[in-house]
């Protein structure tokens, strides 16, 4: 039998946590939405599901993935933010994902941050970027925030060019 724990982390406003069965509804609105455009989307319910479940696996074949973004009080799913490695990726990416509903608290930035801490502390990654598609202004200006520089463009075969904003580790600011 194989078996993987999916870490719960937990931010001053937000709970990063598994996915589970009961947060594939909000999903599968996010994934039929335009929203989901910059990820491959729109999905039907059933590559839902399927995308829902490849969060999960991503842990077990790297030992580290993305996280359904929780209201801390009330475990409803605003998101999924985390750290990403798919096998046409150029390297780790700290990835973010916001549902609609949950636009404009703060969660991309609070979750994004607790990714990259538990990539640098807890994984010892020594590097991470993240990949925005033109016109994600949002998405850029969030990578910024962070402190992440724009690095060389990466040029993926389903999603086209992807800016690239590399996040460099905390020794680096010393």
Known sequence: MTTFEIPTVETENFCLRAPQMSD???YT???ASYRSAGVGGPFTEAQSFQRLAALIGHWGLRGFGRWMVADKDTNEPLG?????YPSD???TEIAW???EKAEGKGVAYECALAARKYGYDVLGLKTLISCTMEGNTRSEVLAQRMG????ADFAHPDYGTMR??????PEAGK
Not at 80 to 84: A, E, I, N, R, S
Not at 148 to 151: E, F, I, L, N
Not at 164 to 169: E, I, S
């Open 24 to 26: 594939l509804d909000a």
């Open 29 to 31: 609105v996010f994934g």
């Open 80 to 84: 999924v933010v985390g750290l990403m």
């Open 89 to 91: 990726w150029s390297e």
């Open 97 to 99: 994902t916001v549902f």
């Open 148 to 151: 992440a520089t724009r690095d």
């Open 164 to 169: 690239v904003w590399r996040h460099l580790p």
